[in-house]
């Protein structure tokens, strides 16, 4: 059971490049999230679904892109790579009520 | 849209010392969860808080959740150099579609002198 896998762990993108960010879970969660969390800050809600072929925006969705799917799988879509979207990605997953669980996380630069 | 608020943002202690952490709601929550982040790590929960004025505990560390439940606090006894991360606290809306979001605090970053 390896719960939320998150790849890449690292990438560095050039300004403009686009990019996928994958994540997979196996627990048959129907909530799946991606944040995104910046140097010393918290965490931020970019876009979640609440099951396959419903996803909905979060508190910072613009400059990217979700799309589920299937129930494991909630990549995460950038595509036209900006400095400002350097940080570090996680996706989670969770069902009703229940404890979040997150991913690794991918720590992305933009240069 | 509902907001949570943490404080402090940062606490510096001595090994020993108590630290607690405290997160107000702007809305009325379901329930409230705790996390703790390692220093380059990923979000790990810790607990679940859901009735009215309820206190759970885990070893050292004490999870209160308000009776209006719109606020919380983490408390950890004699701190350990082991408690050193982020705590966050997320709340879980009482109303409609609000429900399916977690909305975290911005996080208390512990730090413990040895």
């Known amino acids: 059971n390896a719960g939320v896998t998150q790849t890449p762990k690292f990438r560095i993108l050039k300004i403009g490049q686009s990019m996928t960010l994958q994540c997979t879970q196996d627990?048959?969660?129907?909530?799946m999230y991606w944040y995104r969390q910046d140097p010393g800050m918290g965490l931020k809600l970019i876009y979640y679904?609440?099951?396959?072929?419903?996803?909905d925006k979060g508190e910072v969705p613009n400059g990217y892109n979700v799309s589920r799917s299937t129930t494991e799988d909630f990549p995460l879509r950038l595509e036209l790579a900006a400095p400002s979207q350097t940080s570090v990605y996680f996706c989670?997953?969770?069902?009703?009520?229940?404890?979040?669980?997150f991913g690794d996380g991918t720590r992305l630069s933009i240069l | 849209g509902q907001q949570v608020m943490q404080i402090p943002q940062y606490q510096h202690v001595q090994e020993g010392e108590d630290f607690t952490t405290y997160c107000n709601s702007s809305?009325?929550?379901?329930?409230i969860q705790w996390y703790k982040q390692r220093p380059g790590g990923h979000p790990v929960f810790l607990i679940q808080?859901?009735?009215?004025?309820e206190v759970k505990k885990q070893k050292r560390l004490t999870f209160q959740f308000g009776e209006a439940k719109k606020n919380s606090s983490l408390h950890i006894t004699a701190t350990q150099t082991t408690d050193v991360g982020t705590y966050f606290c997320?709340?879980?809306?009482?109303?409609?579609?609000?429900?399916?979001?977690?909305?975290f605090g911005k996080g208390t970053l512990l730090t413990v002198n040895p």
């Open positions: 989670a997953s969770r069902e009703f009520n229940q404890p979040q669980h």
């Open positions: 627990m048959n969660h129907n909530y």
């Open positions: 679904s609440v099951g396959a072929g419903i996803t």
């Open positions: 809305t009325t929550l379901s329930n």
């Open positions: 808080l859901v009735k009215s004025g």
């Open positions: 997320a709340g879980v809306a009482n109303s409609g579609g609000s429900n399916y979001k977690l909305t």
